[in-house]
């Protein structure tokens, strides 16, 4: 078997030989077999894209749905928060009305307290209507929410 490969062309202008020696014919084979490498990495590579894209997009398509859920849960929880809050300040004012009212009340009854005992006599003894008295009275009380956001 020869070792040279002789290839003849036709045309209308006459014939054109071409002889490809082992080491062309190697050359040739090579490319060839490259270039059906590249393709078929080429196709790989681009199934593989594809897929990686799709899948992408849908994990965009899944975190924006969470996402969408997220905020409408965070609008609801800001609507209780201020409703709580506003809740809190009118029980506040509620009950800083009925302290002040119980305030008035007491400082009546030390005022009646008192005009009986001018009455009765008994405020000879100055020292124990003071020390009896200031234990009926007790401290005020106020009401008054420390947390950063009533500030």
Same mark, same amino acid.
């Given at each position: 078997?020869?070792?040279?490969?002789? #290839?003849?062309?036709?045309? %209308?202008? =006459?014939?054109?030989?071409?002889? $490809?020696?082992?080491? +062309?014919? *190697? !050359?040739?084979?090579?490319?060839? %077999?490259?270039? #059906? #490498? =590249?393709?078929?990495?080429? !196709?790989?590579? !681009?199934?593989?894209?594809?897929?990686?894209?799709?899948?992408? /997009?849908?994990? +965009?398509?899944?975190?924006?749905? *969470?996402?969408?859920? +997220?905020? =409408?849960?965070?609008?609801?929880?800001?609507?209780? @928060?201020?409703? +709580?809050?506003? &809740?809190?300040?009118?029980? /506040?004012?509620?009950? %800083?009305?009925? !302290?002040?009212? *119980?305030?008035?009340?007491?400082?009546?009854?030390?005022?009646?307290?008192?005009?009986?005992?001018?009455?009765? =006599?008994?405020?000879?003894?100055? /020292?124990?209507?003071?020390?009896? @008295?200031?234990? &009926?009275? $007790?401290?005020?009380?106020?009401?008054?929410?420390? @947390?950063?956001?009533?500030?």
């Amino acid at each position: 078997m020869p070792q040279n490969i002789r #290839i003849a062309v036709s045309h %209308a202008n =006459g014939s054109r030989h071409f002889v $490809l020696s082992p080491s +062309l014919k *190697k !050359i040739l084979l090579s490319l060839l %077999a490259t270039l #059906i #490498i =590249g393709i078929f990495a080429s !196709i790989a590579t !681009i199934y593989y894209l594809n897929h990686r894209s799709t899948a992408a /997009e849908d994990t +965009l398509k899944s975190m924006t749905e *969470k996402s969408s859920a +997220l905020v =409408g849960q965070l609008e609801d929880l800001k609507q209780k @928060r201020q409703q +709580l809050e506003q &809740l809190i300040s009118n029980k /506040e004012e509620e009950y %800083a009305q009925i !302290i002040e009212d *119980k305030d008035s009340q007491l400082n009546y009854l030390t005022q009646r307290v008192s005009t009986v005992e001018e009455v009765l =006599g008994l405020e000879k003894d100055a /020292e124990n209507a003071v020390h009896w @008295r200031s234990a &009926l009275m $007790l401290p005020r009380l106020t009401l008054r929410c420390e @947390r950063p956001c009533c500030s």
